[in-house]
């Protein structure tokens, strides 16, 4: 029985700052950005835009009337939930208008939530070959301005259909992972902004990837030969590489060339939309799979998700007949095309815009947001929603 991602949508915010721009504004030298983190252009949420309405944007993109009659399963995975008691699953729910009878909710491991949603929604359709499930990875990623997390913040959604009858990956049944209690980021209830030890986080994130990758060979007897590339969690395009790079030299010369070769196209839209925590991985496999027209059907792809705190796990899917066909990739672009650029200075206004937090009501602007469904408001502590 296959058990795989059937569609793919991506969101992103229609607004953006270059990074050149960025580091000039705070005296550093712009390679550092493009070249030192492989970041070229930032997406930046505007207020009408949370993570519950990204979400919203992304999975809108993929999800027909038989899709939404027959989920009965909705996991949101984000590190940047609108609430701590009800979750973003609830309202995605009714902003789609999903068969009620359904489970839904919210799963918290930093960047992890989402793939802690897809193994889960296996185990689900595994015993319910009939249903679907819709897995989220919404976030808003903030370090705070001037600070040095600011240049791999980021905002998006990825929107994950996993079915019994997967037209993009076959998620394969092996998979391993590791969880060990570090503080390299993390934030607090009350703090809007992560808190992190960037050094230790790269560290981290390299020695979990290098223990899951260990005991996958292990359990699989596979090596690199056997993958036509690999995906990985991207808070910075370069962070991948620098993990990749510690095992790649026992592959063969052409393995390498191909496993580089394609971890540079499935890091094209990471760069120019930053860290969405939980969606980061998911972006870059659609980036890998809409830009690269050289891997075929039965090909090995592999995915190393990491989430700190911390939680690492490798897992690896099988390419699907006629795939390309059914990405959304004109849509994308047509995304891509479409965003504002804006100045540093109208992002950090942006930044600072938040609601009230005490009960008071405030109703947003939505005309300047040519998103589908925009956060229009909260009164009495309660966020209100527009689909247009
Ligand atoms: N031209 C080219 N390269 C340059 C350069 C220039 N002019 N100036 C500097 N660089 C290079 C540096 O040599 C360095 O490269 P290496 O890492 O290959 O050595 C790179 O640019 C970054 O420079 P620094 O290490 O000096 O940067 P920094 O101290 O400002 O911190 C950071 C970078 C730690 C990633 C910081 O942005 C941060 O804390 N970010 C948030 C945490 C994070 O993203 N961690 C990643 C792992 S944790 C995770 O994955 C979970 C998650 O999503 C948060």
Not at 139 to 153: F, H, K, M, V, W
């Amino acid at each position: 029985m296959k058990i795989g991602i059937d569609k793919l949508g991506f969101y992103a915010p229609h607004l953006y700052v270059d990074m050149n721009d960025l580091a000039k504004e705070r005296g550093i030298d712009p390679g550092k950005f493009t070249v030192g983190l492989g970041q070229d252009e930032m997406a930046v949420p505007p207020v009408t835009q949370d993570p519950v309405s990204l979400a919203a944007n992304a999975a809108e993109q993929i999800l027909d009337d038989e899709d939404k009659e027959k989920i009965d399963l909705v996991i949101f995975g984000t590190e940047s939930g609108v609430d701590h008691s009800k979750s973003a699953a609830v309202y995605i729910h009714q902003l789609l208008g999903l068969n009620p009878r359904a489970r839904s909710v919210e799963l918290k491991q930093a960047c992890y939530g989402a793939t802690a949603g897809i193994q889960m929604a296996k185990g689900h359709i595994a015993l319910h070959p009939d249903k679907k499930v819709l897995v989220l990875a919404s976030d808003i990623a903030r370090y705070g301005l001037n600070t040095p997390g600011e240049s791999t913040q980021g905002a998006g959604a990825v929107a994950i259909l996993v079915s019994a009858s997967p037209r993009l990956l076959d998620l394969e049944s092996e998979s391993t992972y590791y969880t060990e209690d570090i503080m390299d980021f993390w934030r607090p209830v009350y703090s809007t902004t992560a808190y992190v030890d960037g050094k230790y986080s790269n560290e981290q994130y390299i020695a979990f990837f290098q223990k899951v990758w260990k005991d996958y060979q292990e359990q699989t007897g596979r090596s690199l030969e056997d993958f036509a590339a690999i995906a990985f969690h991207l808070p910075y395009t370069k962070m991948g590489w620098k993990a990749l790079r510690t095992v790649i030299e026992d592959a063969p010369e052409e393995v390498q060339e191909r496993l580089k070769n394609n971890y540079q196209i499935s890091t094209k839209y990471n760069r120019n939309v930053g860290n969405i925590y939980t969606g980061s991985l998911y972006l870059s496999l659609i980036s890998l799979l809409e830009n690269q027209d050289e891997l075929k059907e039965g090909d090995t792809i592999g995915l190393y998700s990491y989430g700190s705190g911390a939680v690492g796990e490798f897992f690896s899917g099988k390419l699907q007949p006629d795939y390309k066909k059914h990405l959304q990739t004109a849509e994308h672009q047509a995304m891509f095309a479409n965003r504002k650029c804006i100045s540093v200075a109208a992002y950090e206004k942006v930044f600072e815009e938040s609601l009230p937090t005490d009960g008071s009501e405030k109703q947003l602007n939505i005309d300047e947001d040519p998103a589908k469904i925009c956060l229009a408001g909260v009164k009495d502590h309660i966020r209100s929603y527009a689909a247009k």
